[in-house]
């Protein structure tokens, strides 16, 4: 099934924009097996749109519009659909109704214009709209299928979850095989690593598909797996996780598309443990991950931002002469720091980092990118050395997630070093 | 100047990336004047790519391609140049010299397939490449213009600010009149309260074109004026700006599109200042941005996240029984975190935050969004209310802002309350 894209609107064309709506298309329709091959963004013109509209139902055997649906005089998506499929508007008794019902439930006011939303084409299945008033919509000729949906992602996503992909299996599976996908999210090792580890490939995949995806903070690894039908391709999904697991489980932190903080916090509650954080190269964005998830106070105690010598000496207590013999960037300084903080909190845990992180304060002996992370608890502490050689800010996130990734690992009992 | 933007490379069309290169590109054409009327994205197919670029040159007065010039197997963009303006390859002295000097630098053995990249269409200009290895192309056909660049974005955008910008400023000169543009970037006000303090409109834009860009950081207002010249051009801007500055200055805290922390960390530099922080509901963001900027730990001393009520009373020395009787989103506790961390930390100013973020924490008097910012120096302590509307994360950095704008005003004497 070949797809095209069609994004429409201004504000895509004048740079204003960036165009998140098509990725976020262009990935569900993969993992549903259709095969995008082309993404095309117009403007507000109405005989462009009719004309991409054409031209892509008569090369493509689907094409997926956003945008241009809204209620205002520049948005022409629906009248580009009449002219493109010559039909007429009607009277939706079912959007009007959820328009009627949306103004309800937040109080406000209905004008003619919203009523108008109400207007869909004649020959169009009507795609409900659960976050806005807009409603998209599903046309099928001559085997040939056209959808178009708002622009507005969070409208546009519950349609494509909730109708579009749903559709699409329906369509395909009629054809014969069904794709699902699984994202094991890992951080620590490199991919290159990962891949040599996975080696016979064929062996654990079987015939199913394997994309490294490395970002900043680690790598994922989306696997796609055929089968004759849904409960054939998840078990073969299964399968395939069991085996990689077996030689790279300790660098998987998550199944589930979830953030490392996420998943700490989780291991936290679970085992309603405390956790404090003496950060200094990192300057705060530790404490941040953790605090961006909400109930985080139920673990997270406090934080020191000991970015100057003095507040690592006055509040964690760290020994002035050790960091005068051994600099603040060292292992035995990293040691103090987790003990300190955990100390002054009261906390089961402390975390602590301290490094270098560029692109200045790099001495003869201690490069850009060395840092330490340490972890302490009532009983130890573990400090471990990284070397991280990116620009700034993205040493920063670097850190975090190793710094995050250090305790979920002491936590489980996981074998730290590589 | 009709403009039509291809983007090319199969990540693009299974959503593993997010078209960023094509909004930077449709920004800065936009802004020297040309008229992007579509963007088109394709995959690594030879074919497609030779068929979009020929089209792209019958319809559009320029075509500007992005990706597929990298060194392996699958980057085909210059194979399909070849195909579509019928030229063939030759060696480029100079391209050669830049790949040899590029390896030489990073001290790197060079491979056959790096020297290929020396060989471009012999009716092609070339783009030099000042980050990596692969050359641009620029080629005039009969009166239209095709460009193509490496897809790696920091490369493109060096080439676009550098080569094709100029040379579209350039052609267009010769055809009358020149547009420059002056962003303008606002916090702390509502984007219809900024539109209103503007009116009547013409009377302080007079011909010009202005936007109002809204993020969760506050608006930007981007003004482009259009003279007979540059310096006309430019003159106008700079009118424009100051009868702007005089009904809306204090709101602007950067004319060259600076984030807010560079802006306030030149400042306390400046004035060799110095600066602690004491963050309870934004956990540690405040401090992260500061320490984004390379240098802040010249001004930024020490940041204390005291989520805890402990933390506030034990390192910033709140009165407990302050916190019993007003609680610690108060007014009286944001002033004595503000005036605790100054102490402790023996800097100029002390800045603290304290808030409910959301989604839970709401009390019957407390709403989610209520916060309180702080600021402390050697005289005074001042306090000011917010309410935020919006989700966690979004709170988060809204409350981030505020707090490093509130610092912004008081160093610059500005009136804080709106």
Chains 1, 2 share one sequence.
């Not at 004048?14 to 549903?32: F, H, M, P, R, W």
């Not at 022409?76 to 002219?83: C, D, H, S």
């Not at 009607?90 to 439930?105: A, C, Q």
Request: charged share 25%.
């Amino acid at each position: 099934m070949k797809a095209l894209i069609l994004s429409i609107g201004d504000e895509l064309l004048i740079g204003q924009t960036v165009n998140t709506n098509a990725s976020y298309i262009a990935d569900k329709l993969t993992e549903a097996g259709a095969d995008v091959k082309k993404v095309v963004t117009v403007g507000d013109e109405l005989d462009e749109i009719v004309t991409d509209i054409k031209a892509g139902l008569k090369n493509y055997d689907i094409v997926i519009a956003t945008g241009g649906l809204g209620p205002t005089h520049d948005d022409i998506t629906r009248e580009a659909v009449l002219k493109a499929f010559d039909t007429r508007l009607v009277l939706s008794e079912t959007v009007l109704e959820d328009i009627r019902e949306r103004f309800r439930k937040y109080n406000r006011q209905m004008s003619p214009v919203n009523e108008s939303q109400a207007m869909v084409p004649e020959t169009a299945e009507v795609i409900r709209n659960e976050a806005g008033t807009a409603p998209g919509f599903w046309i099928e000729q001559n085997k040939k299928y056209f959808a178009c949906m708002p622009g507005v992602p969070h409208e546009m996503k519950l349609m494509m979850d909730n109708f579009i992909i749903p559709k699409i299996r329906s369509l395909k599976k009629s054809g014969g095989t069904v794709s699902k996908r699984l994202n094991l999210l890992t951080t620590g090792i490199p991919e290159s690593t990962l891949y040599q580890r996975l080696i016979p490939l064929e062996e654990i995949i079987e015939d199913a598909k394997l994309a490294f995806l490395p970002n900043v903070y680690g790598v994922k690894m989306r696997i796609t797996a055929t089968g004759a039908n849904e409960a054939d391709a998840d078990e073969k999904l299964i399968r395939i996780e069991q085996r990689m697991r077996s030689v790279v489980g300790r660098f998987i932190y998550s199944r589930a598309e979830e953030e490392l903080s996420v998943v700490l916090g989780r291991l936290l509650k679970e085992r309603t443990l405390t956790i404090s954080v003496a950060e200094s190269c990192t300057g705060g964005l530790i404490c941040d991950e953790i605090t961006n998830i909400s109930g985080s106070s139920k673990y997270f105690e406090r934080g020191i931002i000991a970015y100057s010598n003095a507040a690592k000496v006055e509040i964690l207590h760290v020994d002035e002469d050790l960091i005068a013999a051994k600099g603040a960037v060292s292992e035995e300084c990293c040691a103090e720091m987790a003990k300190g903080v955990r100390a002054i909190s009261g906390t089961d845990l402390g975390l602590s980092i301290t490094g270098i992180l560029g692109p200045t304060g790099a001495t003869t002996t201690k490069p850009v990118g060395l840092t330490y992370i340490g972890i302490a608890d009532s009983e130890k502490v573990v400090v471990k050395k990284f070397n991280f050689a990116d620009n700034r800010i993205n040493n920063k996130k670097r850190a975090t997630h190793a710094a995050l990734e250090l305790v979920r690992r002491f936590l489980l009992g996981i074998q730290i070093e590589p």
